[in-house]
């Protein structure tokens, strides 16, 4: 009796320890991969949530329930949690997502599917004849593989970003766009502009900041080790009739992340093409109060400095250039 009410509560003891990190570990820093494995963690963390969720109904209910009202039970048990770990990230920095909602509800289905399979209380149903249980367990499998699926296609954006260097960024590739976010700032791929200037790339990158100031666009994960090259270099078409003034950020791996701990400059953008060029050197020696890691660059701002009624600007390529001693790649 000792025994078993110890391992009841270790089962418990496991459940709130699976429960804990839905709730509580959130980084809005976390890279392109960390961002997917978070997400797709929702599947297989809920499995384990219902298995043990399983564990528990059988040692509780032991022959008091049917074995398909407990499976049932349990599903609906671990939807409900689901549904209470998302309204209590609303209380802390992380947002309830309906999309977690869904990947919580497809671990839990895959739990109970591969567990009955195994549970010999439903011998003599289809569940338990051998061609049945294959079956399931395949379809168990190639389920949870397909829902993995996305790590592929992050994979590939990554492939992809080494492969166009030295440029950082370009808009052609909805790939390379898994990287970019925005705040107060709406931005979307389009055909430059007509006025823009000789040989435009295509396409470039269309800004919309709000009026409200503190809009910015995050370009995140660029290629991070810039010391074989001399500058960065950013084309920005402003279509408007008078000067403008954004400011450029870049970040590198330590934290915290703050104002003053990164490079930043401040332009006033001419109507028209300006092409905006920053030495390497410059941006190491950016930050107040340490020199900026060229070696391990993490993002780059483009962000708005006291916008008045908002307005918008094209953004080319965003690329480094190579010194001429060095043939980087």
């Given at each position: ?19 804990v ?14 961002r ?33 009202f ?6 609906g ?9 998302e309204?209590?990230?609303m ?19 895959l ?48 492939r ?34 007509a ?28 290629y991070?080790?810039?010391r074989?090259y001399?500058a ?10 008078d ?87």
């Open positions: 009796m000792e025994r078993q009410r110890w391992t009841t509560i270790g089962l418990v003891a496991g459940l709130v320890l699976a429960i990190p839905l709730v509580f570990f959130w980084s809005p820093w976390r890279t392109l991969l960390a997917t494995i978070n997400n797709l963690g929702h599947i297989p963390l809920f499995a384990l949530i219902t298995s043990l969720l399983i564990v528990l109904a059988r040692r509780w209910l032991g022959s008091r329930l049917s074995a398909a407990q499976y049932a039970g349990v599903f048990l671990a939807l409900f949690l689901s549904f209470l770990t309204l209590i990230q209380l802390g920095p992380r947002d309830a997502d309906f999309s977690d909602l869904a990947l919580n509800g497809v671990g839990a289905a739990a109970v599917l591969w567990w009955v399979t195994f549970d010999r209380r439903f011998d003599g149903t289809s569940v338990r004849r051998r061609s049945g249980r294959v079956v399931l367990r395949i379809v168990a499998i190639v389920v949870f593989l397909a829902f993995l699926s996305p790590l592929i296609r992050v994979w590939e954006a990554y992809e970003r080494e492969d166009r260097l030295p440029i950082l960024y370009s808009y052609d590739s909805p790939s390379q766009q898994r990287f970019m976010s925005s705040l107060l700032a709406v931005f979307e791929p389009v055909a430059p502009p006025a823009w200037d000789a040989d435009p790339p295509d396409p470039v990158l269309h800004l919309r900041y709000s009026r409200y100031e503190g809009g910015v666009l995050i370009l995140n994960e660029p991070g080790d810039w074989d001399s960065l270099v950013v084309d920005v078409f402003h279509p408007g009739t000067k403008i003034e954004i400011g450029i950020g870049v970040d590198d791996s330590l934290r915290p992340r703050r104002y003053r701990h990164r490079f930043n400059a401040r332009i006033w953008l001419e109507p028209g093409l300006n092409r905006l060029r920053f030495p390497i050197e410059e941006i190491a020696a950016g930050p107040v109060e340490r020199e900026l890691n060229v070696a391990r660059i993490k993002r780059i701002v483009v962000f708005a400095v006291h916008p008045v009624g908002g307005f918008e600007l094209y953004l080319g390529p965003i690329r480094l250039e190579a010194t001429p001693s060095t043939s980087p790649g």
